[in-house]
């Protein structure tokens, strides 16, 4: 089993669209968990931390759910500009620098 | 952006060649790492590097060799590649290798072909 897994995609929505990815994680000894966005032929970009509260920035939503190892990423009224690949990433253990990233997802946002 | 740069940007080599990726932080971090990225596979680590000493290796074949000379700078030293290797390599930097480590920034990358 994979560490961290996604579905790849693509999703296709269009421009406004309400849209959602799912992220597991094998690892229940992991800390800390990330959503990084990635632009085709560019590096990874730190998008957000997620906690087990659940946050916010903006149009987007975190939510994490320690007990079934799942993570989840909501993007609301999406725009061309959130066309990417989003990477689902955990911490290994307490080290904060071992990051474990999942394979991505492919968003595609179309007028 | 140039807080985390990489040269070259684009290396073909053949499987007999010796080269060397630089990657350079000018973000006053003390960590940085390494990683691999292959068509279809998702990011991999390779190397940590904590204030220049070398804290991880992640199963890294010896035909990949790094080199943390200070802080600021990090070197992947390649020899006797496989085409396999053919992928992005991928640099990043973090404040420090602990817990501010989660937060990290990556270099453009160098796309290695090995023919």
């Known amino acids: 089993r994979k560490e961290v897994e996604q579905d790849p995609g693509p999703f296709n929505v269009p421009e406004g669209a309400t849209v959602a990815f799912n992220c597991t994680y094998s690892n229940s000894a992991s800390q800390s968990f990330f959503w990084y966005r990635q632009d085709c032929r560019k590096e990874p970009k730190l998008l957000m931390s997620v906690y087990s509260s659940g946050n916010e920035d903006g149009r987007f939503t975190a939510q994490l759910n320690r007990a079934s190892q799942y993570i989840s990423l909501l993007i609301r009224d999406s725009k061309l500009s959130d066309s990417a690949t989003y990477l689902c990433?955990?911490?290994?253990?307490?080290?904060?620098?071992?990051?474990?990233f999942g394979g991505g997802t492919r968003l595609m946002v179309k007028p | 952006e140039t807080g985390v740069t990489q040269t070259p940007r684009h290396l073909v080599m053949g499987m007999t060649n010796k080269k060397s990726l630089k990657c350079e932080q000018h973000l006053g971090h003390n960590a940085m790492y390494w990683y691999k990225q292959s068509a279809k596979k998702p990011l991999e680590l390779m190397f940590v590097y904590s204030l220049e000493e070398r804290v991880e290796n992640n199963s890294v074949p010896s035909r990949f060799s790094p080199e943390c000379p200070n802080s600021s700078h990090l070197f992947l030293h390649l020899h006797t590649l496989q085409p396999e290797d053919s992928a992005l390599y991928l640099c990043?930097?973090?404040?420090?290798?602990?817990?501010?480590?989660?937060?990290?920034?990556f270099g453009p990358g160098t796309r290695l072909t090995v023919l």
């Open positions: 990433v955990v911490t290994r253990n307490n080290a904060g620098n071992m990051l474990t």
């Open positions: 990043a930097s973090s404040q420090d290798a602990g817990l501010a480590g989660v937060k990290q920034f």
